[in-house]
């Protein structure tokens, strides 16, 4: 059965995307059938992925994307699924393996504009689609945009499991407490729409820190973290497994600038600045694999952010 995992955090801007773009390429590179969904309607995943000529063909003609199902008479999501996604500027596939659901702007109808018929929340529509889906994936990720509105819900009611990027700031923190109330609610709002072969709905289990500067001491935004877990733990709001990832994302320009080419960090070559952070990636994902048997892995790369 896939893992099906969903990356959010309530605070914008941290990371969820790049580390969600980045992780899957790794997984995509170690073999594994991987689906990315966007369930953001900023659609940036989509659009660092497909690159913006062939995203804005998808997003002009209004067809193949999350909101297709809920067009009556539109595509089924398999429909909208785009095959191993990463290309050369050629069209030459270079990272078979990773395939996306893309979004396009009119997913922000679902908000609003939308009125779903009685008894069928969105994401009861959304999970009885991607069921179909699921023998096909090693890995479903869901990048949520950071808030728990009806699009976050469609990748939080089919995920078991619920990963936090973050930054070492008080800011990233306040998203995660404000998260896992709000995850906590939206669990038990949705809990008799499950069904017996989902498994057991969604839960936070693990934060990676990401975007760190080089030199920087995050031992106390980690130790402030580390309180609000436990806190949680106790309180059963969270999983028991959940833990801050031992290895974290260094700040560098190449993610940034991979969002421009069109690639993943690790599809882009040799370019300056380029290894250090496609190691933390490959190290995270390590971490991420591990996580399904609830193994920790030390640091590999702690020491090499903070000399960076
Ligand atoms: N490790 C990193 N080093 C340098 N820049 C980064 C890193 N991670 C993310 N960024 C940059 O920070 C910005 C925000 O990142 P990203 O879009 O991944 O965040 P997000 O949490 O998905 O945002 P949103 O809430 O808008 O969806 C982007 O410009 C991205 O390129
Ligand atoms: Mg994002």
Known sequence: MARKIAFINYKGGV???SCIVNIAACLAKRGKRVLLVDLDAQSNVSIWLMRVERWNELNSG??????????PGDKQLRDTVVRDVVEERDGQKILPGLDIIPTTFDLIDLEHEYNPPEMEPV????????QELEPEYDYI?????????????????????????????????????????????????SA????????SPAMINGIIFNSIKAATDIEVPKMR??????????QKKISPRTRIFNSMIRDAIVVRRAVTLGLPVLSIG???GTEG?????????DELEALEHGQALPAQNAKSVVNA
């Open 141 to 189: 990720l869901f990048d949520c945009p950071p808030n728990v509105l009806r699009a976050s819900q469609c990748g939080l009611f089919c995920a078991n499991e619920v990963i936090v990027p973050a930054n070492p700031d008080a800011l990233s923190l306040i998203g995660f407490t404000l998260l896992t109330g709000k995850l906590v609610q939206f669990n038990e709002r």
């Open 225 to 234: 973290m580390q309180f609000r877990i436990n806190q949680f733990r106790n």
């Open 15 to 17: 990371g969820k995307t």
């Open 270 to 272: 040799n370019a300056v």
């Open 123 to 130: 994401y009861v529509r959304f999970r009885n689609q991607l």
């Open 277 to 285: 952070v496609v190691e933390d990636y490959d190290n995270v994902t």
């Open 192 to 199: 008799s729409f499950r069904t017996a072969g989902m498994g």
């Open 62 to 71: 209004g067809r193949g994307s999350v909101y297709s199902i809920f067009v």
